[in-house]
């Protein structure tokens, strides 16, 4: 059996610490006695989240044998993020766990204590800037669902902390468990941990004058989509649309369709059984290899790795 600790605090957010808490549950249906699950604060009893639904929890303890640490976000994070208690209990349950996990602006308290230095880390995009100026040390990854670090695993905000328990049960239990569980959840499909947070579409768009462009973009893709078609599609000069296209929508032409045709890509070599070499063609990529390149460099994986690891 392995005891799973999930600490909670003062205005922490229901779902971050709801979900993981019901995928490892539903995991010890389908295996009896794999988890033992007890949620965690300084002070124990009753703990308020922000929603004001309650969660009972006994205090955490200097004896504390983990076999995972879970720390989860919300508003109230500053609290435990400046609590000398709670940072001494987390940076000693994680020194005897064998792993250490975060769940959205969770990635503060593990980085307050030091156990985030010098690794790769996630946290909800929100929280990007103002964690990137307060934690230098932390190889952030913003664009991520979670990541995982040695023993150390952080993810995305809320729901995504399902999909990072669900990736925990794959390790502990094996994929078909993981699965099960997904299915029982009613989660339509588990995300790989590279997964973007966002749609590339959606952080685009601005509710400027590119947007119905960025529209008609991603419904073309298979076309060349150069700037000189864009702009005279855009209805300007290309020096001019050089210009305000990347002022307004925050990225080139050419990155701005690269990162459509990735999404286009990633969920095409997700959900159909098609060649990557056909894939390649469909979004407008032509050679695979610059696809392989693209995927390298946007999910730190081909695009090969990223289908086995969607259909497992």
Not at 183 to 192: D, E, G, W
Not at 222 to 239: C, H, I, K, N, Y
Request: charged share 25%; glycine share 10%; with cysteine.
């Amino acid at each position: 059996m392995k005891p799973i600790g999930v600490l909670i605090f003062d205005n922490f957010q229901l779902l971050d610490a709801a979900g993981p808490i019901a995928a490892f549950e539903i995991a010890d249906r389908y295996r009896p006695g794999a988890y033992r699950i007890e949620t965690l604060s300084k002070a124990g009893g009753l703990v308020n989240s922000s929603s004001g639904v309650a969660m009972n929890s006994r205090s955490f303890r200097p004896d504390d044998d983990l076999d995972t640490v879970m720390v989860v976000g919300g508003e109230g994070t500053r609290g435990p993020a400046v609590c000398a208690d709670t940072l001494a209990w987390v940076r000693a349950a994680s020194a005897t766990a064998r792993r250490t996990a975060s769940v959205c602006s969770g990635a503060y308290v593990l980085a307050e204590a030091g156990l985030l230095d010098g690794r790769r880390a996630t946290t909800h995009w929100g929280r990007t800037d103002h964690f990137r100026r307060r934690y230098p040390a932390v190889r952030l990854e913003p664009d991520r669902i979670f990541v995982q670090d040695g023993d150390v695993w952080t993810s995305a905000g809320i729901t995504a902390g399902i999909d990072l328990a669900l990736a925990l049960i794959g390790q502990d239990l094996g994929e078909d468990i993981a699965r099960r569980t997904a299915q029982q959840l009613v989660v339509y499909h588990r995300r790989p941990g590279g997964q973007s947070q966002f749609s590339a579409l959606l952080e685009m768009e601005a509710g400027g004058r590119f947007d119905p462009l960025l529209a008609w973009m991603r419904e073309n893709l298979g076309l060349p989509l150069t700037v000189p078609d864009l702009a005279e599609r855009a209805g300007m000069s290309e020096r001019t649309f050089l210009r305000a296209f990347g002022a307004e929508v925050g990225f080139t032409p050419a990155k701005a369709v690269e990162r459509l045709r990735l999404e286009a890509a990633r969920a095409l070599l997700e959900s159909q059984p098609l060649r990557v070499e056909d894939v390649a063609l469909e979004v407008g990529f032509g050679d695979p290899e610059r696809m392989r390149r693209a995927f390298l460099r946007a999910f730190g994986q081909p695009p090969q790795s990223l289908r086995r690891t969607a259909a497992s």
